[in-house]
Nanobody, 119 residues
Framework: QVQLVESGGGLVQAGESLRLSCVAS????????MGWHRQAPGKQRELVAE???????DYADAVKGRSSVFWDMRKNSDDLQMRSLKHEDTSVYYC?????????????WGQGTQVTVSS
């Protein structure tokens, strides 16, 4: 089991920057990727950015070029930095971790943190 606790979020103005942080605990040694997803009201949860333990980072087109994600494996933390925020970035942001044990994988999610961008 992996537990994820997020911090950050809140109300920001369009054009400003925001940093979200996530700390993992539990069976962290099997984690193969960490990142962030988001879900706006009435929409499906979608990828924001995800980093594999091999260093590959996948960014959603909507945030590419104005977002950075950093997975600190020593601290078991994952930070998402977003710049030039837009109203359409308003969502609940979820920290995600995937654990792999032999051939099986498990997905874990944080409780979510609300980000509201006022235009």
């Amino acid at each position: 089991q992996v537990q994820l606790v997020e911090s950050g979020g809140g109300l920001v103005q369009a054009g400003e920057s925001l940093r979200l942080s996530c700390v993992a605990s539990g069976s962290i040694f099997g984690i193969t990727s960490m990142g962030w997803h988001r879900q706006a009201p009435g929409k499906q949860r979608e990828l924001v950015a995800e980093q594999s333990n091999g260093g590959f980072i996948d960014y959603a087109d909507a945030v590419k070029g104005r977002s950075s994600v950093f997975w600190d494996m020593r601290k078991n933390s994952d930070d998402l930095q977003m710049r030039s925020l837009k109203h359409e970035d308003t969502s609940v942001y979820y920290c995600h971790a995937q654990e792999r044990v032999q051939a099986a994988t498990w997905d874990y999610w944080g409780q979510g943190t609300q980000v509201t961008v006022s235009s």
